[in-house]
């Protein structure tokens, strides 16, 4: 090899070492930023808890379960004096369900700011002050059907008739859900499907939880049925393809009852019936 063809060789071998270096070097930054980028809020509230809590204090554990999800979490003054010692095992469950039974055995509430969950009681949670928010309705007013059977006479479920009981709207699900205090207010526009609500944060959460569950398009189902008419007739339409040979003689006599209409009989002298 000239000493030239030997130089671009090395020229060559450098370049695709630099090269190589410069792409384990992005996919290493690459994880690390994926491995530093923090959680969302929403995230860490779904990440999975395991703890096992014999008797000990109310405050300990909540602070236990902050730091394990790394979520702010603030209990009112009230909600402290209140709290009794916790007996619980729990084993990977996320954040959100644990504070759930967690503090439903103390008679606490919960609701969740931007950054960080507020643990009060009922009293302190219904005294806040009140906001008006607009849910959008993907479904209008989201009427749902309630029926009853025509009949008191116990027929099997597929067989029974029914009408139609009473048309009940989102709205009015709501209102026997959630409970009114002074001063909310729950209002729809039918005619642009829009739900205003006035209550306080905490309610208005309830609400919002509801609609992802209740405002939904329903499956639509498509049921094809077809109908067959059959024609019944008597066997005095039926056929017999054969061949006689020889001697063999073709009779017609009656069927013998006299309920089926003429028959035919065969019979053969000295030879074959072939059919």
């Known amino acids: ?20 270096a410069q792409s384990a070097t992005g996919v290493a930054e690459a994880q690390a930023a994926a491995k530093a980028a923090p959680l969302s809020f ?3 509230l779904l990440q999975p808890i395991t703890a096992d809590f014999q008797q000990v204090d109310f405050a300990s554990a909540v602070e236990f379960l902050s730091e394990s999800a790394r979520v702010n979490i603030i209990v009112s003054e009230n909600a402290k004096k209140l709290g009794r010692p916790v007996t619980v095992h729990l084993v990977e469950m996320p954040l959100n369900r644990a504070l759930e039974y967690l503090l439903k055995s103390q008679g606490l509430l919960f609701r969740f700011d931007e950054e960080a969950i507020w643990v009060a009681t009922r009293d302190e949670i219904e005294a806040e002050p009140m906001e008006s928010r ?8 989201g009427l749902v059907a309630a029926f009853e059977p025509l009949s008191d006479t116990r027929e099997s ?3 029974q008739a ?5 048309m009940t709207t989102i709205r009015d699900i709501l209102d026997e859900v959630i409970p009114q205090v002074g001063g909310s207010s729950l209002l ?23 609609l992802k569950q209740l405002d ?34 073709l009779t017609k006599a009656g069927s013998g009852d006299g309920t089926q209409g003429p028959g035919l009989q065969l019979s ?8």
């Open 162 to 166: 029914t009408r139609i009981r009473q």
């Open 134 to 141: 607009v849910f959008h309705l993907n479904q209008g007013p």
């Open 216 to 249: 939904m398009i329903p499956v639509q189902v498509l049921i094809e049925a077809r109908f067959m008419e059959v024609t019944v007739t008597d066997t005095k339409e039926w056929g017999l393809d054969g061949q006689l040979t020889g001697n063999a003689s």
């Open 42 to 44: 929403q995230e860490r």
């Open 188 to 210: 729809l526009d039918e005619r642009s499907g829009a739900l205003i609500v006035t209550h306080v944060p905490y309610y208005l959460q309830q609400v919002e939880t509801l």
């Open 268 to 275: 053969s002298v000295g030879s074959s019936l072939s059919r």
């Open 1 to 20: 090899m000239s000493v030239r063809g030997a130089a671009i060789a090395g020229a060559c071998l450098l370049v695709c070492h630099v090269g190589a």
């Open 157 to 159: 479920v597929a067989l």
